[in-house]
């Protein structure tokens, strides 16, 4: 792989499990430092543990994403390890409670705002700023397939991930001009802990029918575009929707 990273810090929240960790680590072995954040110190430092063991830098960093503070901490640590922040992605998330909008649970939906909508712009919130002392970077915010389509009894992650897209085109008109590029990623159901770990083996198979590409998605496969956005390879690249879908919304 190309190390067309070195010499750049990275934020990757969510990092310890699923498509997050597949970033962390292509980051990495990319040449980035990268600062693995999520819930769980273990967790993040056995990613950690995986990108040293591959030759990668990186350090474990514990925050909740929807307590902007903890999200300004974090910025300030990455600033610390590596002298300025380059690259963010905002890919924490949850799927949270399934009911029809009519009987939504109330806590559950505050619930999923704050951390699927509110943790993205406390991580943007924080991670601006440091890019522009940095001179420009580059973030990319996870949305979903959901950021476009509807999908029944999921109201509060539709809406969250609708709404993701649209601070990606607001912060990335802001900043364009200052050298930061922000899009978004749409994938369709990828193969992690998230999707899997509450469906059998029957549910898999219907999701996966779903797709015409008839599977579920890899984590890797949400990587590679991830990183793609944030390398100079899309740098003309910025306040745009990704899809990584199997096919899903072109029916
Ligand atoms: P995952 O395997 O569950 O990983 C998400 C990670 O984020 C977990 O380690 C989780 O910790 C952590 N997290 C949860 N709440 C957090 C918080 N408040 N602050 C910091 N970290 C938190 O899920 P994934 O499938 O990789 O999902 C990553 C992103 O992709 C999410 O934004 C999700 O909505 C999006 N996405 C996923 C799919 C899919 O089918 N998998 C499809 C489209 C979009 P815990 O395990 O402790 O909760």
């Not at 990495?28 to 990613?47: K, T």
């Not at 505050?110 to 522009?132: E, S, T």
């Not at 990606?168 to 990623?185: D, F, H, L, P």
Request: glycine letters at 14%; proline letters at 2%; aromatic letters at 6%.
């Amino acid at each position: 792989m190309d190390r067309d990273f070195d010499g750049k810090t990275a934020i990757v929240t969510g990092a310890a499990s699923g498509i997050g960790a597949a970033i962390a680590r292509e980051l990495a072995e990319r040449g980035a430092l990268v600062i693995v954040s999520d819930l769980s110190q273990e967790q993040s430092d056995a990613v950690c543990a995986q990108i040293a063991g591959k030759g990668g830098r990186a350090h474990a960093f514990v925050a909740d994403v929807s307590d902007a503070s903890a999200m300004e901490r974090l910025v300030a640590f990455a600033v610390e390890k590596g002298g300025a922040l380059q690259l963010a992605v905002n890919n924490a998330g949850i799927g949270g409670a399934s009911d029809k909008t009519g009987d939504y649970p109330l806590d559950g939906w505050r619930k999923i705002i704050d951390v699927n909508l509110n943790g993205v712009f406390y991580g943007m919130r924080h991670q601006i700023p440091a890019m522009l002392e940095a001179g420009g970077g580059a973030i990319v915010n996870m949305a979903s397939i959901l950021g476009s389509v509807g999908f029944m009894n999921a109201s509060a992650y539709v809406a969250a991930k609708h709404g993701v897209l649209g601070l990606t085109k607001t912060a990335a008109m802001e900043y364009s001009a200052q050298g930061i590029r922000v899009n978004s990623v749409g994938p369709a159901f990828i193969d992690t802990p998230l999707l899997t770990a509450n469906l059998d083996d029957e549910t898999l198979g219907q999701l996966a029918g779903l797709h015409p590409i008839g599977r579920i998605g890899k984590p890797e496969e949400v990587s590679a575009l991830t990183c793609f956005l944030l390398s100079d390879r899309a740098s003309f690249i910025t306040g745009s929707y990704h899809l990584v879908d199997g096919g899903y919304t072109a029916q």
